[in-house]
T-cell receptor, first 119, second 114 residues
Framework: DARVTQTPRHKVTEMGQEVTMRCQPILGHNTVFWYRQTMMQGLELLAYFRNRAPLDDSGMPKDRFSAEMPDATLATLKIQPSEPRDSAVYFC?????????????????FGPGTRLTVT | AQTVTQSQPEMSVQEAETVTLSCTYDTSESDYYLFWYKQPPSRQMILVIRQEAYKQQNATENRFSVNFQKAAKSFSLKISDSQLGDAAMYFCAYSYSGTYKYIFGTGTRLKVLA
């Protein structure tokens, strides 16, 4: 049963510390998305990659957030320095952007999320 | 700009009854996709059903079906024979051709009453 995995599931840290969240997309998927979910803002797209190349990171605060895909099996989201307003659930999702001929599939499959608390 | 609106913050339904969750969207695109996701208390986002805009037939998945009205830009989710396990937040999402980016609605919290 293929699924997206995320680590850690929970993270509590102090303001000013670096936070790294990791995501393993479903094998064979070539598009990876990072979302942030808060009560106030709902689900926000932070960044996304296709074939490991960043396509759009306009939703991400550039001064403290960075997203990378070191290889096809790992995506990372870093916050440095972290602030209390970064407290949220961060989701990774993956999808296949080049579906087989004759079938279109735009689904994104979500990981379980990382609940981040910055004190 | 594309937008997705879920006007019902919360809905309740009796077990075994039917409930309909509303979603409207705004777009100038012709090739797009619509989705309903379920988020139970575990926080996991689960794909419930999807609809391709080029298909006139409404999608169905077991007890879940949609009423897709393309001209009205409406995409409602009907849950039949509601079960306690259906209690969750439900998000409507839109994705347009070429980018695969989702635009989410604000969600509807569904309560199922025993």
């Amino acid at each position: 049963d293929a699924r997206v995995t995320q680590t850690p599931r929970h993270k509590v840290t102090e303001m000013g510390q670096e936070v790294t969240m990791r995501c393993q997309p479903i094998l064979g998927h070539n598009t990876v998305f990072w979302y942030r979910q808060t009560m106030m803002q709902g689900l926000e797209l932070l960044a996304y990659f296709r074939n490991r190349a960043p396509l759009d990171d306009s939703g991400m605060p550039k001064d403290r957030f960075s997203a990378e895909m070191p290889d096809a099996t790992l995506a990372t989201l870093k916050i440095q320095p972290s602030e209390p307003r970064d407290s949220a659930v961060y989701f990774c999702a993956s999808g296949l952007a080049l579906p087989p001929l004759g079938r279109k599939s735009y689904e994104q499959y979500f990981g379980p999320g990382t609940r981040l608390t910055v004190t | 700009a594309q937008t997705v609106t879920q006007s019902q913050p919360e809905m309740s339904v009796q077990e075994a009854e039917t409930v309909t969750l509303s979603c409207t969207y705004d777009t100038s695109e012709s090739d797009y996709y619509l989705f309903w996701y379920k988020q139970p208390p575990s926080r996991q986002m689960i794909l419930v059903i999807r609809q391709e805009a080029y298909k006139q037939q409404n999608a169905t998945e077991n007890r879940f079906s949609v009423n897709f009205q393309k001209a009205a830009k409406s995409f409602s989710l009907k849950i039949s024979d509601s079960q306690l396990g259906d209690a969750a937040m439900y998000f409507c999402a839109y994705s347009y051709s070429g980018t695969y980016k989702y635009i989410f609605g604000t969600g509807t919290r569904l309560k199922v009453l025993a």
